[in-house]
């Protein structure tokens, strides 16, 4: 029998998807040994979206592991090779930024760099306010730089928020499948 994917699940403080997000990872958790990872704002903020410890208690509850909260858990990632595919979802227009001008002053952030070292794909599942204005250049650089891959995204409401991108949870796995071949799904663009 052959072990399964090992996929780390990073969740920035987008918080009105996480309700989608844990679903996601619900699905994901039937085929995959799941790890999440959290931001300082997903792990502690409470919001109209709930609470932080009840986001936390629902990650450990899927994943059936603590989840990784601070920088110096996410660093140990890199030495251990503890995925094979890192997905953050959501990510964040912040985030976004920190990666693509390599700064690792978050939990997710250093889980990246950490994961990067290894040679091992980084799947982004976005979720900003700002990815057709300030977050665009980022997309960008990302999009070109080895490791990272997109999950497939669009405008999630062109008329009320027209610079909003946000990626299309329902293609993640397909995504992290043709991440692990070193390919971007296509079409990336919805």
Same mark, same amino acid.
């Given at each position: 029998?052959?072990?399964?994917?090992?996929?780390?699940?990073?969740?920035?403080?987008?918080?009105?998807?996480?309700?989608? =997000?844990?679903?996601?990872?619900?699905?994901?958790?039937?085929?995959? /040994?799941? &790890?999440?990872? %959290?931001? @300082?704002?997903?792990?502690?903020?409470?919001?109209?979206?709930?609470? +932080?410890? +009840?986001?936390?208690?629902?990650?450990? @509850?899927? =994943?059936?592991?603590? %989840?990784?909260?601070?920088?110096?858990? +996410?660093?140990?990632?890199?030495?251990?090779?503890?995925? /094979?595919?890192?997905?953050?979802?959501?990510?964040?227009?912040?985030?976004?930024? $920190?990666?693509?001008?390599?700064? &690792?002053?978050?939990?997710?952030?250093? +889980?990246?760099?950490?994961?990067?070292?290894?040679?091992?794909?980084?799947?982004?599942?976005?979720? &900003?306010?700002?990815?057709?204005?300030?977050?665009?250049?980022?997309?960008?650089?990302?999009?070109?730089?080895?490791?990272?891959?997109?999950?497939?995204?669009?405008?999630?409401?062109?008329?009320? $928020?027209?610079?909003?991108?946000?990626?299309?949870? &329902?293609?993640?796995?397909?995504? %992290?499948?043709?991440?692990?071949?070193?390919?971007?799904?296509?079409?990336?663009?919805?």
């Amino acid at each position: 029998m052959s072990e399964k994917l090992r996929i780390g699940c990073a969740l920035c403080g987008s918080f009105c998807t996480f309700e989608k =997000t844990m679903a996601a990872l619900e699905d994901l958790s039937e085929r995959y /040994d799941l &790890t999440a990872v %959290v931001s @300082q704002n997903a792990g502690s903020t409470d919001t109209r979206f709930g609470e +932080a410890a +009840a986001h936390l208690a629902r990650l450990e @509850q899927i =994943t059936g592991k603590p %989840v990784i909260k601070t920088i110096p858990e +996410a660093e140990r990632i890199g030495p251990g090779k503890l995925f /094979d595919v890192l997905v953050i979802m959501p990510c964040t227009g912040n985030t976004l930024g $920190k990666l693509a001008a390599g700064i &690792t002053d978050t939990t997710v952030t250093m +889980a990246a760099k950490a994961h990067l070292r290894n040679g091992r794909p980084v799947v982004v599942a976005m979720s &900003t306010n700002d990815g057709l204005s300030a977050s665009l250049r980022n997309v960008g650089e990302l999009m070109v730089r080895k490791g990272y891959y997109f999950v497939p995204f669009g405008q999630d409401d062109p008329v009320k $928020k027209e610079t909003s991108l946000v990626a299309d949870l &329902t293609k993640v796995e397909q995504t %992290v499948i043709k991440a692990l071949e070193g390919k971007q799904l296509q079409p990336v663009l919805l």
